[in-house]
């Protein structure tokens, strides 16, 4: 049973070690990141958005050019018709008109023009929208990633672990064949050995499911081949005790609060098209028409086709002023609305600078705490270590059980995975601190 321990844990070294050689898709931070927003379906439906923004200001744009309209009419009658002497006949006649009008509104209270600037307005807070997807996205995906490698550290240190148990073991069995220990020793260690093995089993399982968080996160499909690369010196950049960055500086250039602000901008161009239906609206209007008639009672009296529209052709000029006077309070309604609208846009960006202040305190308090516990912990992994070496020493001189030598091994274990804990979430927080000072 106890060489069958030993071959389940050595087999499963192997094979995790095998799939990770044959896993050729090693990714960086980096190019998950940016492999995550390429395929973040978020960010596709934010482009999309943006994409519908630009086609707005076109049509808010062309809404300053004129119209241009051409029509043709076709009629025929037939029956009894009165005729000059007063007669009636019986006639087929048909009439064919051709017309082209054009119109242009020279003045609607600044309608269109605001129109415009608040397409302008929408497509830019779009493009923030978007950036603002992207870094949500990426303080996801560095999030997953440094679990992964977490995890990776955790079942390295539980290899560790079992590779140390299993030399004890071999020291034990020279001892209990020397005659200096009994075999119940040896019986107790091989039983810790047994632990190390579910140790192994565990932390690789939760490595597995650590880097399928991260695929999943970043739309990875063949998660066979997936794996990562630590970056060299992961925490070297983070030896210095973290800044509080300025709340000025920071709120400068988030996207979320210049897209609040730009939201409140575009409320207030809203406001200004709904107050321009208070005003008169002047259009200009122009065209062209004319017609051919043809009688079939009379074929050789109809005049030909040309001299019919040169001859009948007319031309208009007009000028239209529409002044509203009673529209039911509509016009009356859409300017409250947009009051309300403008109070809550704004209240939206005091909530969202609010966040972000304390997102920013929030996150350097974080980081602050982190350095300590990153420093608490290396020295505590310092003391179990030095702890485990005179606990080792003893516990081959025979003067300590199985039971003590495990104790100290375990807390060697324990303090070694809270400092790669305390090492990475460190990390994790200095990275968000950082993205609020960049």
């Known amino acids: 049973m106890f060489m069958k321990n030993i071959g389940v844990a050595l087999l499963f070294m192997l094979w995790f070690s095998a799939v990770e050689v044959q896993a050729q898709a090693h990714w960086t931070l980096d190019s998950c990141v940016r ?248 259009s200009l209007n122009a065209g062209l028409s004319s017609n051919y008639f043809y009688l079939y009672q009379l074929p050789n009296a109809n005049r030909t086709f040309e001299e019919q529209l040169k001859n009948n052709l007319g031309q208009y000029v007009g000028l239209s002023l529409n002044v509203p006077i009673f529209d039911r309070l509509s016009v009356v309604g859409r300017e409250r609305q947009a009051k309300l609208n403008i109070e809550n846009l704004r209240l939206t960006l005091e909530k969202s600078r609010k966040q972000l202040q304390k997102e920013i305190q929030t996150a350097y308090i974080n980081a602050t705490v982190a350095y300590e516990k990153r420093n608490s912990a290396h020295k505590a992994v310092l003391s179990a270590d030095e702890a485990f070496r005179n606990t080792r020493e003893l516990y081959e001189k025979g003067k300590l059980s199985v039971f003590d030598f495990a104790q100290s091994q375990t807390n060697l274990s324990q303090a070694r995975a809270n400092e790669v804990q305390a090492k990475y979430d460190y990390v994790f927080k200095m990275k968000v601190l950082e993205f609020y000072r960049r």
């Open 35 to 282: 492999y995550a927003i390429a395929n973040s379906i978020t960010v596709k439906q934010m482009e999309v958005s943006h994409k519908m923004a630009s086609v707005d200001l076109l049509s808010a744009r062309a809404a300053l050019l004129p119209n241009l309209d051409a029509g043709v009419r076709q009629n025929w009658s037939f029956g009894r018709t009165q005729t000059q002497s007063g007669l009636y006949e019986n006639r087929t006649q048909s009439n064919t008109g051709f017309s082209v009008s054009s119109s242009m509104i020279l003045f609607a209270g600044g309608r269109r023009i605001n129109t415009i600037a608040k397409a302008k307005l929408d497509l830019q807070a779009s493009l923030l929208n978007i950036e603002k997807a992207k870094n949500d996205i990426e303080l996801q995906v560095t999030s997953l990633f440094l679990q992964v490698l977490f995890q990776k550290e955790i079942l390295r240190i539980a290899q560790e672990q079992f590779f140390s148990t299993r030399q004890q073991v071999q020291k034990t069995q020279l001892m209990v064949e020397s005659g200096k220990v009994s075999a119940n020793r040896l019986s107790d260690i091989r039983s810790k050995m047994a632990s190390d093995t579910l140790s192994i089993v565990q932390a690789a399982g939760n490595l597995r499911l650590a880097l399928l968080d991260l695929a999943q996160s970043i739309e990875i499909q063949d998660l066979d081949s997936f794996d990562i690369v630590a970056p060299e010196s992961l925490d070297s950049h983070y030896t210095e005790y973290p800044e509080l960055p300025v709340y000025k500086d920071v709120s400068a250039d988030m996207p979320q609060i210049k897209a609040a602000e730009i939201n409140v901008e575009s409320a207030r161009k809203s406001l200004r098209i709904a107050q321009a239906d208070y005003l008169p609206t002047i």
